[in-house]
């Protein structure tokens, strides 16, 4: 086999390693994010993998979040964008004054410790996934520099 084929070869492996170990993570999730995971995998996919994390059902302190997004931007290592999805699907969030009220103050806790937190519905997730698409991208390539925030002071 010549390297050209050798490495195309690898190449698909290696893809299909990836998509196997992302279909076996699935299988732990709710249905609503079983579709939010193929949204951020597409997601993506589609910007490019590179200096991208994403953990399922990571542990941050005392509390579980559904989706953890960790993007280092090539050209500056030391900036790190945590961005926090949570899908609050009918069968564990019943939104309940007390649940929005912990819902609040887990917010607040991600806040104040530099995570951006995404909060989407069972229907949102379902029918419009293309708003987690904007709002991640949003996230991810905004640059403050961009714009002078002290401009009319």
Do not use: W
Not at 34 to 43: E, V
Not at 101 to 116: E, G, P, S
């Amino acid at each position: 086999m010549d390297p050209l084929e050798k490495r195309k070869q690898q190449f698909i492996e290696y893809k299909n390693y990836e998509v196997q170990r992302a279909f076996m993570l699935m299988e732990k999730l709710t249905p609503i994010e079983q579709i939010m995971f193929l949204n951020i995998l597409d997601l993506l996919s589609q910007i490019g993998h590179q200096n991208y994390m994403i953990r399922l059902q990571e542990k941050i302190d005392r509390y579980t979040v559904d989706f953890l997004l960790i993007y280092r931007p090539v050209a500056n290592q030391s900036i790190e964008k945590k961005i926090i999805i949570e899908c609050d699907g009918h069968d564990y969030h019943e939104r309940t004054k007390e649940q929005a009220a912990h819902d609040k103050k887990r917010d607040r806790f991600f806040t104040m410790n530099n995570y951006t937190v995404l909060r989407y519905t069972g229907s949102e997730i379902v029918n419009n996934g293309n708003q987690v698409f904007d709002d991640v991208s949003e996230i991810i390539f905004y640059d403050p520099s961009l714009y002078n925030l002290d401009q009319g002071r």
